[in-house]
């Protein structure tokens, strides 16, 4: 059965997409700590980090830095936060998100997905994909 993060990568459910490549896609939470927080997901679906091939592990993070570098352009955030949590999805991911202080360490301080802004949800989404140089789909552009 597949994971809801592989239904997003395959286009059976809507996601905001910010990065994709063969290996690796980064799509925005439906339940952000901030405005711009992030998964970052293997596309084989492996349930822990710590099954995954070093390679695929290698990539998850050389994106999460990337993406956490445009975070902190886009939002004004002083630091990229980077948490791995993982209970709440059999699917290894990677969570980054603007980090003002230590709040957004805690999942148990995330807005819910019905007190999101679908129009700020939106614009994240597009600032990010914005400095990373990706279309609407997370492939690079050029």
């Given at each position: 059965?597949s994971?809801?993060f ?14 994709r490549?063969?290996?690796v ?5 439906i339940?952000p700590?901030?405005?711009g ?8 679906e ?13 990539r998850?993070?050389e994106?999460?830095?990337?993406i956490?570098a445009?975070?902190?352009d886009?939002?004004?955030?002083p630091?990229?936060g980077?948490l ?14 603007p980090a003002?202080d230590?709040?957004g ?10 007190d ?8 994240a989404a597009a600032a990010?994909r ?9 492939r690079?552009t050029s």
């Amino acid at each position: 059965m597949s994971t809801v993060f592989s239904k997003i990568i395959d286009g059976e459910i809507p996601g905001r997409f910010v990065y994709r490549d063969d290996t690796v896609a980064a799509f925005l939470t439906i339940e952000p700590i901030a405005y711009g927080h992030t998964l970052i997901v293997p596309i084989e679906e492996v349930d822990r980090w710590t099954d995954l091939d070093p390679a695929t592990w290698a990539r998850m993070n050389e994106v999460a830095q990337k993406i956490g570098a445009a975070i902190i352009d886009s939002f004004n955030a002083p630091r990229a936060g980077y948490l791995i949590a993982g209970f709440e999805v059999p699917h290894a991911h990677i969570h980054v998100f603007p980090a003002r202080d230590m709040s957004g360490y805690s999942l148990a301080n995330v807005m819910r997905a019905e007190d999101t802004d679908p129009a700020e949800m939106d614009q994240a989404a597009a600032a990010l994909r914005e400095r990373l140089g990706v279309g609407e789909d997370g492939r690079a552009t050029s």
